[in-house]
């Protein structure tokens, strides 16, 4: 996460969830690395269940303190859209 990005919480919270452009949300966890906020735990599952791929552009925009809007483009430039479906259940947030 960039730096910048950062400022806009009075504390990094350390879990955030994803919601994909169908609604559907996620958990992850956030860690602290070589003073960089990353996506921990559950980043990798959902990047695999979303297929994300290399050269696809990953947006997000801060809903709420500790939910952030995921939107996923391909490398053709054209979004993404997944439905819901079944993945890990220490991860899923249920809504």
């Known amino acids: 996460m960039p730096l910048d990005f950062t400022k806009h919480f009075v504390a990094v919270p350390t ?3 994803l919601r994909n ?3 559907c949300s996620w958990k992850v966890t956030v860690k602290l690395m070589n003073g ?3 996506l921990d735990q559950g980043w990798a599952t959902y990047a695999a ?3 994300i791929k290399i050269g696809y552009m990953v947006t997000f925009k ?3 303190p500790d939910t952030l809007k995921v939107i996923i483009f391909d490398d053709d430039g054209i979004e993404v859209v997944n439905k819901c479906g079944k993945h890990d259940e220490a991860f899923a947030s249920k809504e």
């Open 15 to 17: 879990e955030f969830k």
């Open 21 to 23: 452009n169908t609604g």
């Open 36 to 38: 960089r906020v990353t």
């Open 49 to 51: 269940v979303h297929h």
């Open 62 to 64: 801060l809903l709420t």
